[in-house]
């Protein structure tokens, strides 16, 4: 391992930030498009992202969550996690942020001019999703469709994984500017001088099995490495109290029957759904049949797999309190108390219900082992200000991981006004 010191410690970069997904991305565009000097690191490789196995296999990082089979994922790539998201909006609720100090109204209203938000047009239904609304409705579900970071324009009539928004986009831009991208770089480290922020000391792979670490200095430093990555940075750098309270993962089911006469095609997952209960989140898990055979395999359900066409499927998600820890080593471990346990045994009877309905058979699931969102274990107003910057200078969050813990929903659109918001602040003081 070779360690590369530098004798002056002098910023060579205005910004480096500490992963290329969501946040990343956009707060790279923004500094870029005002001729900032910007530096991503990145953890994963730059080949594209698509669906094919070898691909998504070697992107899809299943992060285990210590109780039971349960895990949650992320991608580790250029991008991050939207190269493998479902592309579903939820919105921020009005005082979500507001109450924190922290007016989004500009940005949220920017962000909806310009990504592409759609509705799926029922052409683009498959058999599968419609059965699954007509059992839904006629059990009394207010199932609708969902909103989606979807360009209809380059669907050509199908699924197709090129029409959903992803950050790749908008790094790509920001190289276009600029912008200098290390790939496979691990940061594992911030620099921390005199209270402030100076650098971070990252891994970077060089070949199949060698590595190099090296450091590097910046004006800002930003972490927007992911609600898994980031708290451990975070409590690594000194940063006291994260993940005290233990965290929430939001987890839940995906189910599957067998509908005989069903013709099932490639749609979006969780195009519509509905809230079912108090803290229950019932949605369309129709997955795309190049990803649903993979899927079965791994399960061995093999009758699943031999008839994916007539495959029908459910996906329960389910609001959880705060438990279990972030280790000392990074890892997470969850606890599940009693109201959690009654929330996802509910919903997975009402899933199964609703299947039954729609005339399935051979209904099966993995257990509890799908968690959505991890959140908690970082807090704007606590752990961060308001303009995200942490106890040391010049050291900022941007990602996942300081969502409020009201918003429970699926979060892309709501971090792309945050790293806005974020990148706004970093223009007015650099
Ligand atoms: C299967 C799946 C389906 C989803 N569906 C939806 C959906 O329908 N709607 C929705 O809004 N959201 C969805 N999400 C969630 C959404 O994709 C993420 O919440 C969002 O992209 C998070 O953005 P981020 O900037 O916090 O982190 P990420 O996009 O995860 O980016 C973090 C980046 O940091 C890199 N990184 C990590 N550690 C380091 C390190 N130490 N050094 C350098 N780089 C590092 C990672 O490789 C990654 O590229 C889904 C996620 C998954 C996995």
Known sequence: MNQIERSDNQPEFDA????SGTCGATIARALCRRNKNVLLLERGDNAPVN?????MAAVMDEVPL???RLATMRAIATGGSTGLYFGVVNYPRPDTFSRLGIDLGADFDAVRQELPIAQLPEALLGDQNRRLRESALALGHAWQKNDMLIDLAKCDGGYRYEAKWKARSYVDEAVAQGATLISRATVHKVLIEGG?????????RRGLFGSETRRVYGARIILAAGELASPQLLRDSGVPGIGDRGFYCNPGYAIYGLVPGLTGRSSFVGSMGCSYDEGIELGDANVPQHMLRPMMLAGFKLRHLVASTRSIGIGVKVKDGFGGELRPDGRLHKTFDREDRQRLDKGR????RILRHAGATHITDFGV???GRVGGLVRIGE???????????NLYVCDGS????????TPTLTLVCLARHLSRHLLATL
């Open 383 to 393: 752990h961060v200000d308001d303009k995200l910057e942490t106890r040391y200078r």
């Open 402 to 409: 300081v969502l409020p813990d009201d918003m429970r929903g």
């Open 16 to 19: 480096i930030i500490v992963g």
């Open 349 to 352: 009877a009402e899933a199964i």
């Open 369 to 371: 082992t799908a968690a």
């Open 196 to 204: 402030k922020a100076v650098g971070v000391e990252y891994r970077v």
């Open 51 to 55: 669906e094919s196995l070898l691909r």
């Open 66 to 68: 210590g109780e039971g």
